[in-house]
């Protein structure tokens, strides 16, 4: 038996069991003991993450229903829905944490989306694929094509993404609606860094209230 007095091996890092850079920011970011609700969820990789690493009290909302199965199956709190057709149920500041990661991009309304993320939540945490990254400029430049490339794999008649955002549009329209940045991580890979970040960052991680 490996075990040892000390306990049982902690869990790695978010990122080296999900593979996910964002997820990594968002496991810093958010605080032991909080409430967290995932909007597009997936199979609840995240969320059971934060509970068992952070004790957090999490649910999340999935539109694919066999992602909530696979969710439900992990012991995670996660229902079916369809994040732009509101989140009214939830009174004011039902969360300490509202999580959008990668998601933000495939809403229909997404203004719509961050305002009620903003409503129930005392944070945001938005997560986005920088359509300002250089590799995608010079794909346009060179090919004059959708851009296919590591965050914008698809075809483009295939894409579930339907809003192509810069970070530069983002601070833009955080200003415009006066929401606080608290913070913003960019990252390329697995490396974090704030220079030229419309040009080199791949993913952006912005922590918002109002």
Same mark, same amino acid.
């Given at each position: 038996?490996?075990?040892?007095?000390?306990?049982?091996?902690?869990?790695?890092?978010?990122?080296?069991? =999900?593979?996910?850079?964002?997820?990594?920011?968002?496991?810093? !970011?958010?605080?032991?003991?909080?409430?967290?609700?995932?909007?597009?969820?997936?199979?609840?990789?995240?969320?059971? %993450? =934060?509970?068992?690493?952070?004790? !957090?009290? &999490?649910?999340?909302?999935?539109?694919?229903?066999?992602?909530?199965?696979?969710?439900?199956?992990?012991?995670?709190?996660?229902?079916?829905?369809?994040?732009?057709? &509101? =989140?009214?149920?939830?009174?004011?500041?039902?969360?300490?944490?509202?999580?959008?990661?990668?998601?933000?991009?495939?809403?229909?309304?997404?203004?719509?989306?961050?305002?009620?993320?903003?409503?129930?939540?005392?944070?945001?945490? !938005?997560?986005?694929?920088?359509?300002?990254? %250089?590799? !995608?400029?010079?794909?346009? =430049?060179?090919?004059?094509?959708?851009?296919?490339?590591?965050?914008?794999?698809?075809?483009?008649?295939?894409?579930?993404?339907?809003?192509?955002?810069?970070?530069?549009?983002?601070?833009?329209?955080?200003?415009?609606?006066? %929401?606080?940045?608290?913070?913003?991580?960019?990252?390329?890979?697995?490396?974090?860094?704030?220079?030229?970040?419309?040009?080199?960052?791949?993913?952006?991680?912005?922590?918002?209230?109002?």
């Amino acid at each position: 038996m490996a075990e040892t007095a000390a306990g049982p091996k902690r869990k790695p890092f978010v990122r080296d069991i =999900l593979g996910r850079s964002d997820y990594a920011i968002i496991s810093e !970011v958010v605080e032991p003991d909080s409430r967290v609700l995932d909007l597009g969820c997936g199979e609840g990789e995240l969320l059971e %993450w =934060l509970a068992q690493n952070k004790s !957090v009290e &999490g649910r999340g909302i999935e539109l694919d229903g066999r992602k909530v199965q696979r969710a439900i199956a992990r012991g995670v709190s996660v229902y079916q829905g369809d994040i732009d057709e &509101g =989140l009214s149920d939830y009174p004011n500041e039902s969360f300490d944490y509202v999580i959008l990661s990668q998601t933000l991009q495939e809403s229909r309304r997404p203004l719509e989306v961050l305002n009620e993320m903003l409503r129930i939540g005392r944070h945001a945490i !938005v997560a986005f694929p920088n359509f300002g990254h %250089w590799r !995608v400029r010079l794909a346009m =430049l060179f090919h004059g094509r959708s851009p296919r490339t590591k965050c914008f794999p698809y075809a483009w008649y295939e894409s579930p993404n339907i809003h192509f955002l810069t970070i530069r549009d983002f601070e833009h329209l955080a200003r415009e609606q006066g %929401w606080t940045v608290e913070r913003e991580i960019f990252l390329s890979g697995k490396r974090t860094g704030t220079f030229l970040a419309n040009l080199l960052a791949e993913v952006a991680v912005f922590l918002v209230r109002r």
